[in-house]
């Protein structure tokens, strides 16, 4: 089965910081990593995809993600936090075994403080 | 090219009505998903439909439903409303067939059941 967990519904840091929000994944295929951003009131945004193709991934608006396959992770990152950063990040795992489907995290909320 | 389109974006209904939202996907995208999404059990996989076929289903009541047209366009249905179905429903797009692809997610419709 798959699931996706991440750690802290709530991260805060300081304009120019770095940027670290958690995920671990189980899955019992290869997986198809995402993180998502998501502003009040608005859909889901695409921030970056792991496909197997990179275990660093580059995504856009400076972030990125590690996947590491044996600590079952894909944390997200950014170097130097942005006040425009704030918002809430989801990482999920798709999968395609006769029909789709995308499992999400329950969310983490980043606050940039000034 | 245009965005996933949803409509409405906002919608007022007493228990015990019925309700249809509607998506339109990203041109030649043949795949769409919907979701619901609220602030106690996050983001929930609904359904997916590819070529007018459901291919996949979540963990919800018969009262939920959908399908899909011809040009793709999709609509769901949830009929005899109760107040926790209030939430903020999100369709998205993929291109569909095997493999997993990105998915563009649309701006949802936010359902108030009072």
């Known amino acids: 089965a798959q699931s996706v967990t991440q750690l802290g519904s709530h991260v805060s840091v300081s304009e120019g910081a770095l940027v670290l929000l958690r995920c671990n994944y189980s899955?019992?295929?290869?997986?198809?990593l995402f993180w998502y951003v998501q502003y009040p009131n608005q859909g889901l945004q695409l921030l970056l995809k792991?496909?197997?193709?990179?275990?660093l991934v580059k995504g856009i608006n400076g972030f990125e993600a590690e996947f590491k396959k044996s600590e079952t992770s894909f944390h997200l990152t950014k170097p130097s936090a942005h006040m425009s950063d704030a918002a809430e990040y989801f990482c999920a795992v798709s999968l395609n075994t006769g029909g789709f489907k995308t499992i999400f995290g329950a969310g983490t909320r980043l606050f940039v403080k000034a | 090219k245009a965005g996933v389109t949803q409509t409405p974006r906002y919608l007022i209904k007493t228990r015990g009505q019925q309700v249809t939202l509607s998506c339109s996907p990203i041109s030649g995208h043949r795949s769409v998903s919907w979701y619901q999404q609220t602030p106690g059990q996050g983001l929930q996989f609904l359904f997916e439909y590819f070529s007018e076929t459901q291919r996949n289903k979540g963990n919800f009541p018969g009262r939920f439903s959908g399908r899909q047209f011809s040009n793709s366009r999709s609509e769901m249905n949830v009929s005899t409303l109760e107040l926790g179905d209030s939430a903020l429903y999100l369709c998205?797009?993929?291109?569909?067939?095997?493999?997993?692809?990105?998915?563009?997610f649309g701006p949802g419709t936010r359902l108030t059941v009072l």
């Open positions: 792991y496909t197997s193709a990179a275990t």
């Open positions: 998205a797009s993929q291109t569909g067939g095997s493999g997993v692809d990105t998915q563009y």
């Open positions: 899955s019992s295929v290869p997986p198809y």
